[in-house]
């Protein structure tokens, strides 16, 4: 079952990838995921204990947000970064 799904994901990005071609949500898709991860770790500061907030959908996003407002208010964090990907854009 794993091989079918890692094998629906490459073809999935595949897709994409030549969607992007002829589609500018599709680009943008593309554009907006190139080196996420190097950029969100280049954007925090190592020497900190980081909290992670992960939001599949807006509706998660909504859910958690009185939970990271909370948070902020009993920390002197600044940089609980939120990030969601909204892959139906498409």
Same mark, same amino acid.
């Given at each position: 079952?794993?091989?079918?799904?890692?094998?629906?994901?490459?073809?999935?990005? @595949?897709?994409? !990838?030549?969607?992007?071609? &002829?589609?500018?949500?599709?680009?943008?898709?593309?554009? !907006?995921?190139?080196?996420? &991860?190097?950029?969100?770790?280049?954007? #925090?500061?190592?020497?900190?204990? =980081?909290?992670? &907030?992960?939001?599949?959908?807006? !509706?998660? &996003?909504?859910?958690?947000?009185? =939970?990271?407002?909370? @948070?902020?208010?009993?920390?002197?964090?600044?940089?609980?970064?939120?990030? $969601? $990907? #909204?892959? $139906?854009? @498409?």
């Amino acid at each position: 079952m794993r091989f079918i799904y890692i094998s629906f994901i490459y073809v999935y990005r @595949l897709a994409i !990838g030549i969607a992007a071609l &002829f589609n500018k949500k599709a680009a943008q898709w593309v554009n !907006g995921r190139r080196k996420i &991860f190097k950029r969100i770790k280049n954007s #925090l500061n190592s020497e900190e204990n =980081i909290i992670w &907030f992960h939001c599949a959908s807006l !509706g998660e &996003f909504e859910q958690g947000r009185p =939970i990271i407002e909370n @948070l902020k208010k009993k920390t002197s964090r600044n940089n609980n970064i939120p990030y $969601f $990907f #909204l892959t $139906f854009w @498409l």
